[in-house]
C-alpha cells in the first residue's frame, strides 16, 4: 500500500505571496491532519479534516486553511507569506479517527523570502 | 491539558552502545503514546506505540513501556547501530482527542 505523498517537496516564495501544497492520504484513510515543523516551535497541528470537513483546528492565524475532496486528498493554503512560515509542513493520514495511528508524509519545505 | 517533556539531546553514541531516551508525560485519563523517528530531510516514521497502562511496544530493536506509575515512555535499544542516527519524538494524543502532541526530539548521533 503506498504512503502519505506530498507535493511540492519544496518551494520557494517570497513575502506576500500565497502557496498551495496537496497531500494524498494513505489509501482508505479518511482523516488527514496538518503540522508544521520549525526548529524553534517543534512539530505543532494546524488542523485536522475528516469527510471534506475541518473537524480540528490549532492555534494558527486564518492565513492558514485548507480543504479536503471527496476523495479525502487534502490541500492546505497559505496567504500573505511571512518570513517566519519558512517550515516543513507535514501532512498525516488515519484510518478514521484523529487518536488512531497517524501516519506521515515526507513533508513539502517551505522557504520565505 | 495533555504534555510530553523529552530529554534535550543531542545524544552521542557509539555503535552496540545501549540507548535510553527518556519521555514523561502529563495526561488525562490514558492515552495512547506513540515514538516517531526522523531521519535527515524526511518526514515522521511511527517507530512504535502503546495503547494502555503496562503495554510494551517495540520495532527494529527498540522498546518502550507505557508506565502509568512512574508516566514515563523511555524508548530502549539495546544495541545502536549508525544506522539509527536520526531524531526521535515522543508523542501523545492531545487531551480532546483531536491532535498529537509532541515532544521537541531528540537528536541521536551514532559513530562507527
Known amino acids: 500500500k503506498a504512503g502519505v505523498t506530498q507535493t511540492p517537496r519544496y518551494l520557494i516564495k517570497t513575502r506576500g505571496q500565497q502557496v498551495t501544497l496537496s497531500c494524498s492520504p494513505i489509501s482508505g484513510h479518511r482523516s488527514v491532519s496538518w503540522y508544521q515543523q520549525t526548529p524553534g516551535q517543534g512539530l505543532q497541528f494546524l488542523f485536522e479534516y475528516f469527510s471534506e470537513t475541518q473537524r480540528n483546528k490549532g492555534n494558527f492565524p486564518g492565513r492558514f486553511s485548507g480543504r479536503q475532496f471527496s476523495n479525502s486528498r487534502s490541500e492546505m493554503n497559505v496567504s500573505t507569506l511571512e518570513l517566519g512560515d519558512s517550515a516543513l509542513y507535514l501532512c498525516?493520514?488515519?484510518?478514521?479517527?484523529?487518536?488512531?495511528?497517524?501516519?506521515f508524509g515526507p513533508g513539502t519545505r517551505l522557504t520565505v523570502l | 491539558g495533555n504534555s510530553v517533556t523529552q530529554m534535550e539531546g543531542p545524544v552521542t553514541l557509539s555503535e552496540e552502545a545501549f540507548l535510553t531516551i527518556n519521555c514523561t508525560y502529563t495526561?488525562?485519563?490514558?492515552?495512547?503514546l506513540f515514538w516517531y523517528v526522523q531521519y535527515p530531510g524526511e518526514g515522521l516514521q511511527l517507530l512504535l506505540k502503546a495503547t494502555k497502562a503496562d503495554d510494551k511496544g517495540s520495532n527494529k530493536g527498540f522498546e518502550a513501556t507505557y508506565r502509568k506509575e512512574t508516566t514515563s515512555f523511555h524508548l530502549e535499544k539495546g544495541s545502536v547501530q549508525v544506522s539509527d542516527s536520526a531524531v526521535y519524538f515522543c508523542a501523545l494524543v492531545n487531551q480532546a482527542g483531536t491532535a498529537l502532541i509532541f515532544g521537541k526530539g531528540t537528536t541521536l548521533s551514532v559513530s562507527s
Open positions: 495526561a488525562t485519563g490514558y492515552p495512547s
Open positions: 498525516a493520514s488515519s484510518v478514521q479517527e484523529s487518536t488512531d495511528t497517524q501516519y
